[in-house]
Nanobody, 126 residues
Framework: QVRLVESGGGLVQAGASLRLSCAAS????????MGWFRQAPGKERDFVAA????????TYVDSVKGRFTISRDNAKNTVYLQMNSLKPEDTAVYYC???????????????????WGQGTQVTVSS
């Protein structure tokens, strides 16, 4: 069983930066695809970014390209989401997710992920 714990959220003004962290425990996730999703009030949980096991492949939703960067440190069993130039529309609960079954296919496909964190709130004021 894998436990994921997100941290780093908060309340910031538009244009600011935040770095989210997702620490995994229970077993190593070094061979897992790792993803970040977000959910705004009254909306679906949407894909934000994902990274392959070795960091060689990353993918982003169009709305965050050029502003967000996903990375991982397998030695620390941790994944990060650096968020720059934040906008009010980035306000949401951000969730970390882990996919144990492989590194091919569509990383944005939510059902592929086996483990989820509890989420961390990001609020961007205008």
């Amino acid at each position: 069983q894998v436990r994921l714990v997100e941290s780093g959220g908060g309340l910031v003004q538009a244009g600011a930066s935040l770095r989210l962290s997702c620490a995994a425990s229970g077993r190593t996730v070094s061979r897992y695809v790792m993803g970040w999703f977000r959910q705004a009030p009254g909306k679906e949980r949407d894909f934000v970014a994902a990274i392959s096991w070795n960091g060689g492949t990353t993918t982003y939703v169009d709305s965050v390209k050029g502003r967000f960067t996903i990375s991982r440190d397998n030695a620390k069993n941790t994944v990060y989401l650096q968020m720059n130039s934040l906008k009010p529309e980035d306000t949401a609960v951000y969730y970390c997710a882990a996919d144990r079954d492989g590194n091919s296919g569509d990383y944005s496909y939510r059902p592929r992920y086996d483990y989820w964190g509890q989420g961390t709130q990001v609020t961007v004021s205008s």
